[in-house]
């Protein structure tokens, strides 16, 4: 499955970004769990985001529980994350990920339990 994400850019502290991972055309997603991941500079990717194949339900990392939103459109393959009330430590290359998987009530919260990966996406915040 190849992901394409995009929706990165520069904000100000306490601005808005939404974050889009569409699959390649003609690529389903909504048999796959999906995932965001980040990676700031010098430290090792993180865990932000997951969500059940169906959209069901959804699982954060506590650094952004309650800013930060990850939903799905399985019609149009694409898996998006709000980001609301950013601040400067969400500065880093953002990644969307994507793994089949055969029951509705996996999530996936480590980067092994992926095999496909976006490209990465840079959100900058400044203060």
């Known amino acids: 499955v190849q992901l394409q994400a995009s929706g990165g850019g520069l904000v100000q502290a306490g601005g808005s970004l939404r974050l889009s991972c569409a699959a390649a055309s003609g690529r389903t997603l909504s048999a796959s769990i999906m995932g965001w991941f980040r990676q700031a500079l010098g430290k090792e990717r993180e865990f932000v985001a997951t969500?059940?194949?169906?959209?069901?339900?959804?699982y954060y990392a506590d650094s952004v529980k309650g800013r930060f939103t990850i939903s799905r459109d399985n019609a149009k393959n694409t898996v998006y994350l709000q980001m609301n009330s950013l601040k400067p430590e969400d500065t880093a290359v953002y990644y969307c990920a994507a793994e089949i998987v055969t029951s509705a009530l996996t999530f996936g919260t480590d980067a092994r339990d992926y095999r496909y990966w976006g490209q990465g996406t840079q959100v900058t915040v400044s203060s």
């Open positions: 969500i059940r194949r169906d959209g069901s339900n959804s």
